[in-house]
């Protein structure tokens, strides 16, 4: 049972242009939300989240929409840049208490073409 | 600082062979996690820890074991391996419950 799911395992954007990921998710109880990105080789380095409380959280060229009544969530990076181009897993976590166990989706590799 | 820091980088396994994987992390965090991710796959939580002596299991921890005696180490053991555990490991730290840091990984064949 997929719990959070990328349908797009990839994704081809002109420099300059803007990218947007996508990510589903089927638990309710889901509250955090948070976008990794990976290069090859490395672990996976935090981006950007978003609380269910909220429907958008923006930091620099990265911003995060949340939309609660569909169970979607989407990363936005404008303008995109060819250092961009990597993995990016949308992650998901419940409750407050404890530790965050994330369930992460499978991925989608961007590639930012020149 | 050199943040989380996993040990070996690769290995290849025989069947029913055991290995520890290390993982060390020098931010003083108290939350330890260990992740598996196969190919085209996201991560998958296999075992967690809150604190020194409090381990914890995740989704997918059958064939794995943990401990965790200090707050900066949080070694991964196999005991028999097996080509199920053919992955990449990812160790994980956090201070409180929200941004967790993770290490390089482990890359591990299991033949």
């Known amino acids: 049972d997929q719990q959070v799911k990328q349908n797009s395992p990839s994704l081809s954007v002109q420099e300059g242009r803007i990218s947007i990921l996508n990510c589903d998710y089927t638990?309710?109880?889901?509250?955090?939300f948070l976008w990794y990105k990976k290069y090859p080789a490395e672990g996976p380095t935090f981006l950007i989240s978003?609380?269910?409380?909220?429907d958008k959280n923006e930091d620099g060229r990265f911003t995060v929409f949340l939309n609660k009544s569909a169970k979607h969530l989407s990363l936005h990076i404008v303008p995109s840049q060819p250092g961009d181009s990597a993995v990016y897993f949308c992650?998901?976590?419940?409750?407050?208490?404890?530790?965050?166990?994330?369930?992460f989706g499978q991925g989608t590799r961007l590639t930012i073409n020149p | 600082n050199a943040g989380v820091t996993q040990t070996p980088k690769f290995r290849i396994l025989k069947i029913g062979q055991s290995m520890t994987l290390q993982c060390t992390q020098d931010?003083?965090?108290?939350?330890m996690y260990w992740y598996r991710q196969d190919p085209g796959m996201g991560l998958k939580l296999i075992y967690y820890?809150?604190?020194?002596?409090?381990?914890d299991k995740g989704e997918v921890p059958n064939g794995y074991n943990v401990s965790r005696s200090t707050t900066e180490d949080f070694p991964l053991r196999l005991e028999l391996a097996a080509p199920s555990q053919t992955s990449v490991y990812f160790c994980?730290?956090?201070?409180?419950?929200?941004?967790?840091?993770f290490g390089p990984g482990t890359r591990l064949t299991v033949l």
């Open positions: 994980a730290s956090s201070y409180g419950i929200r941004t967790q840091y």
């Open positions: 638990n309710s109880m889901f509250d955090y």
């Open positions: 978003i609380s269910s409380i909220k």
């Open positions: 992650a998901a976590s419940a409750g407050i208490q404890g530790a965050q166990k994330l369930v």
């Open positions: 931010m003083n965090h108290n939350y």
């Open positions: 820890s809150v604190g020194a002596g409090i381990t």
